[in-house]
């Protein structure tokens, strides 16, 4: 069995055996492996490739522009996604607009361990993938599976965008597969993770797998729902959302970021927008409280959403 954290290792490894133009940088990525060990080993495996960084997230991104821009490609490694807020200036102002700006392409892949665990408070329990997403320019991945988390790191890392990958702290040891996958699905490109005909859920990250749960809770009542892991936050496959709403007539989006204009509130403008006549009721959507992320973990667990807060949102849908 191989771990949602080891995948997202294998593939930085992959990625630094396969192309020398590949390093890696972050606080305390070399000797200590990283703050959750996804650079294990790395550096006694890869000497002078696996490097790092003083404590500025600001000069970390900036440097590693730099070196995108010298032909390099950069793995860049935050410590929570909550610090990447202190290199945004780089990440949207000079890695976002570069190609556009000096047709020069700037393949960084920025790595944020994103989302809430118990007890991890307000400074290391953020998403911020829909910030990220609110700009041109700059790719969003998020991966709710082992499969997912190795394949889509390779791609980003291969892709010639700026690459902000949100991988989920709560899923790395939660998380487990029984091997690597050979294929994967292209970028862009949402998965149904279960079908259904009664209402559709559309997710992104460990919200996949408390969605699928609240889906498993439902089929015993007869309810039969599908749900969709959009994978990738930007890009977001709006076809895949609007072919599944068709089938079901009914839409749920859940994410466990803020609901202020979030990415739950884009899938449902777009649904509106583009398939209005298709909804035999008003979508919903299901966030995280509009408040910081608590401490103590039984606030946590009622922070975020969960299945069986997802479950009870669903049917109070389905009695539309």
């Excluded at 998403?127 to 041109?136: F, G, Q, R």
């Excluded at 989920?168 to 994967?184: D, Q, V």
């Excluded at 005909?197 to 996949?208: E, G, K, N, P, Q």
């Amino acid at each position: 069995m191989i771990t949602y954290l080891e995948a997202i290792r294998e593939a930085q490894a992959k990625a630094l055996r396969d192309d020398p133009r590949v390093y890696i940088y972050g606080q305390d990525v070399g000797q200590f492996g990283g703050a959750f060990k996804a650079t294990k080993n790395l550096a006694q495996e890869y000497p002078g490739r696996v490097l790092d960084a003083p404590i500025s997230e600001d000069a970390i991104v900036g440097s590693a522009i730099g070196a995108a821009m010298e032909g390099m490609r950069p793995i860049v490694e935050m410590q929570f996604a909550d610090f990447s807020t202190v290199g945004f200036n780089q990440i949207v102002n000079h890695a976002a607009t570069l190609h556009w700006r000096t047709a020069v392409p700037c393949p960084i892949t920025i790595r944020l361990p994103s989302g809430g665990t118990a007890g991890g408070g307000p400074f290391h329990s953020q998403s911020m993938e829909a910030i990220y997403a609110h700009y041109p320019g700059l790719i969003v991945m998020a991966p709710a599976t082992v499969e997912d988390a190795y394949s889509m790191l390779l791609e980003a890392v291969a892709i010639d965008d700026p690459v902000v990958f949100c991988e989920h702290k709560y899923l790395y040891y939660h998380l487990k597969a029984e091997s690597l996958p050979t294929e994967a699905m292209p970028t862009g490109k949402a998965r149904i993770a279960r079908t259904g005909r009664d209402a559709t859920i559309v997710t992104y990250s460990a919200m996949v797998h408390e969605s699928l749960a609240a889906a498993d809770e439902l089929a015993a009542e007869g309810w039969e729902i599908e749900v969709i892991d959009l994978r990738t936050v930007k890009p977001l496959d709006t076809d895949t959302v609007l072919a599944s709403v068709a089938r079901t007539g009914l839409l749920l989006a859940v994410g466990e970021a803020f609901p202020w204009g979030g990415v739950t509130a884009e899938i449902l403008a777009r649904v509106a927008s583009e398939g209005f006549d298709l909804l035999d009721a008003p979508p919903r959507r299901l966030n995280a409280k509009d408040t910081p992320v608590p401490y103590h973990p039984n606030l946590w667990g009622t922070h975020r959403p969960t299945a069986r807060t997802i479950s009870a949102e669903m049917r109070d849908l389905l009695r539309r």
